[in-house]
């Protein structure tokens, strides 16, 4: 009995229910679950390609509708955010070859190229300069060269500003706002905070925040590596024009470097006007002096021999890709290997190096090592292949030649009319949408609407480009704005009476250096591709 006993005393291995205690979801319920926005916005994706491909009817080939009707679905998806962004970039990995629009091969190397190389190398080395705290020496070193004593506002801000615009033209744009931020935000929690802060102190908090964001952005548009944008157009270029001389490094710095330039002096200005009254100076003195800023670079000790390996990396990356192909009657190192050799080459090797390097702290410890390269932000690099493959699909599938048909109307207008109209568009889009997703949608038309009037393709390209990255009114414009508002001292009326005049300055300066300098840079006064 006592065995019994027992037995009957053990938990079953499967509960046993009560028919009474059952309690069943009424039908409401689960309809309430299932009919979610999120769910319903998953499925207009394919319900919006079937309608196109069961109804449009287009000029060209089965292959030209289809790829509309994925374009229209990946888009819905990445709009809504419905699946998350990194996802919805790889369905074109499934769609295209189940909808017939190329080979599982062929999408597969759209996602590995020189240029998704070159963002790989350089994200790591981006890793490596966090790491080990360089972004924050170099920061805290130019501010205390700006700070000026006693303080000047003008020239604090310039100094903040400009450290965030070199950071930014090294690495990504929403990478360098996210380790520029708590350096500036740690130089304001230095000020009076809450109902004491007198106004003139609260403006030169929002001043110093706005130039970060701003100031990230703009950086970004001096370089390859500043932003996905740049590295989308780049590689629609080459996947659209394989003949035509690809878009190296060194070539765009001397036409983006200038521009950013213009579009930073011209916010450092704005921000002054707006933002540093009179008597700023004399508010900020009693609470912000070099003392401070010293202390803080004091704790961070002397450089050690790891920061310094990354920089000679850093330094020694940048040579490369300054000098791998300098003009067209003077080759750079590129030439040796017959132009086998890409951006992305350089930026691997030198990535590379940093898993050789000791970093003489720990004996067998190098500089990096892989668990501090999980923080690669995979999205981007997935987003950009997406981009690439988008574009080699509006290509091959025969959608880039009916584009162009409907786009007959516009042979006649006038190229200055047009161009800051592309310009003006992008950047009203791109409030709305990532920056990467504007320009992916509206380069492959825009090479279209060259095509149409008979002009060079980069002449809209880049103003297309280019514009999506001026998302300067918003919060969900881009990260960067995010890592802004995230911090509370400015709301979206500072955004939007910053950024307007900020937005019409890109445009303006675009506009007028495209035709002039961008003709010189890029040769689009040669054979039209």
């Not at 070859?97 to 062929?106: E, M, Q, R, T, V």
């Not at 090592?369 to 493959?389: S, Y």
């Amino acid at each position: 009995m006592a065995h019994q006993s027992s037995d009957d005393s053990k938990t079953p291995l499967l509960p046993i229910h009560d028919d009474h205690q059952i309690q069943q979801s009424p039908p409401s319920s689960l309809f309430k679950s299932i009919l979610t926005p999120n769910n319903l916005y998953i499925l207009l994706g394919p319900l919006l390609c079937s309608v196109i491909c069961l109804c449009v009817k287009l000029e060209g080939p089965a292959s030209s509708r289809n790829m509309l009707g994925v374009l229209v679905w990946v888009f819905e998806w990445w709009v809504t955010e419905a699946v998350p962004m990194p996802i919805t970039s790889m369905s074109p990995l499934f769609l295209f070859p189940l909808f017939g629009i190329s080979s599982a091969d062929n999408v597969a190397h759209s996602y590995m190229d020189d240029v998704i190389a070159l963002v790989l190398g350089s994200f790591i080395l981006a890793l490596a300069v966090e790491h080990y705290n360089i972004h924050r020496r170099l920061a805290l070193n130019i501010t205390l060269l700006f700070c000026g004593e006693p303080v000047n506002p003008p020239l604090l801000l310039l100094g903040i500003c400009a450290t965030t615009a070199f950071l930014s033209m090294w690495m990504h744009n929403v990478a360098a706002a996210m380790m520029m931020m708590p350096v500036a935000t740690g130089i304001l929690q230095n000020l009076p905070q809450g109902p004491t802060q007198s106004p003139l102190v609260r403006k030169f908090c929002k001043a110093v925040v706005l130039g970060v964001i701003y100031s990230a952005a703009v950086g970004g548009i001096s370089t390859l590596t500043g932003t996905g944008v740049n590295l989308i157009l780049v590689g629609m270029w080459k996947s659209y024009f394989p003949e035509a001389n690809p878009i190296s490094f060194s070539t765009w710095f001397f036409f983006g470097f200038p521009l950013a330039l213009v579009i930073f002096f011209a916010l450092w200005v704005i921000l002054c006007l707006l933002y540093c009254s009179r008597g700023s100076g004399q508010a900020l003195s009693q609470y912000l002096d070099k003392s401070h800023l010293r202390r803080e670079l004091q704790l961070l000790g002397p450089m050690a021999f790891a920061e310094k390996a990354v920089l000679a990396v850093f330094g020694m990356l940048i040579a490369l890709w300054m000098t791998r192909r300098i003009t067209d009657d003077t080759p750079g190192w590129g030439a040796l290997f017959n132009g086998r050799a890409g951006d992305g080459t350089a930026s691997v090797l030198m990535a590379t190096l940093l898993f050789i390097i000791p970093n003489k702290k720990k004996k067998g410890e190098k500089l990096m090592d892989w668990n501090k390269c999980k923080k690669l932000p995979w999205n981007i690099i997935l987003l950009l292949g997406a981009g690439f493959a988008i574009a080699d699909g509006v290509r091959t599938s025969g959608l880039a030649d009916v584009l162009s048909r409907a786009l007959d109307f516009l042979e006649s207008a006038p190229y200055l009319a047009i161009a800051p109209t592309v310009c003006l568009i992008s950047s009203i889009i791109t409030e709305f949408t990532s920056n990467n997703s504007t320009t992916t949608l509206l380069v492959p038309l825009l090479i279209q609407i060259a095509k149409t009037m008979h002009v060079h393709p980069l002449l809209l390209m880049i103003p297309g480009a280019i514009g999506a990255q001026f998302s300067y009114l918003l919060p969900t414009g881009t990260p960067s704005n995010i890592v802004g508002f995230s911090t509370g001292h400015i709301d979206i009326p500072d955004m939007i009476k910053t950024g307007l005049p900020l937005k019409i300055t890109g445009i303006a300066a675009l506009s007028v250096l495209m035709p002039t300098l961008g003709v010189y840079v890029f040769g689009t006064n040669g054979e039209v591709p």
